[in-house]
């Protein structure tokens, strides 16, 4: 069973940039999907990026091009590197990962982290 510890948030002025990580206690390489969401005050909760098993990648349209995901799988950690960061980027973000495991699908979630951005 894995758990997910994420990192990085805080305070940021628009246009400005974080980086988020999120720690992973097993390796990386007996999870599936591996991914960010967000939830904002009032909002459901929403994908932001997902890294699929075999490099692909698949962004939320209203982050596209100002946000990177990518991981390190030496060091079983996921990245999430928001830059030009908008007010409507504000939400608290969940590192989300996958396993498949004997013909079932065993979710993981982080505890969140907040992000705010405000001048």
């Known amino acids: 069973q894995a758990q997910l510890a994420e990192s990085g948030g805080g305070l940021v002025q628009p246009g400005g940039s974080l980086t988020l990580s999120c720690a992973v206690s097993?390796?990386?390489?007996?999870?599936?999907?591996m991914g960010w969401y967000r939830q904002a005050p009032g909002k459901q909760r929403e994908l932001v990026a997902v890294?699929?098993?075999?490099?692909?990648?698949n962004y939320a349209d209203s982050v596209q091009g100002r946000f990177t995901i990518s991981r390190d799988m030496y060091k079983n950690t996921l990245y999430l590197y928001l830059n030009s960061l908008k007010p409507d980027d504000t939400a608290v973000y969940y590192c989300?990962?996958?396993?498949?495991?004997?013909?079932?699908?065993?979710?993981?979630w982080g505890q969140g982290t907040q992000v705010t951005v405000s001048s």
């Open positions: 989300y990962a996958d396993q498949l495991y004997g013909g079932s699908r065993i979710d993981y």
């Open positions: 097993i390796s990386m390489h007996s999870l599936n999907a």
């Open positions: 890294l699929i098993d075999g490099g692909g990648t």
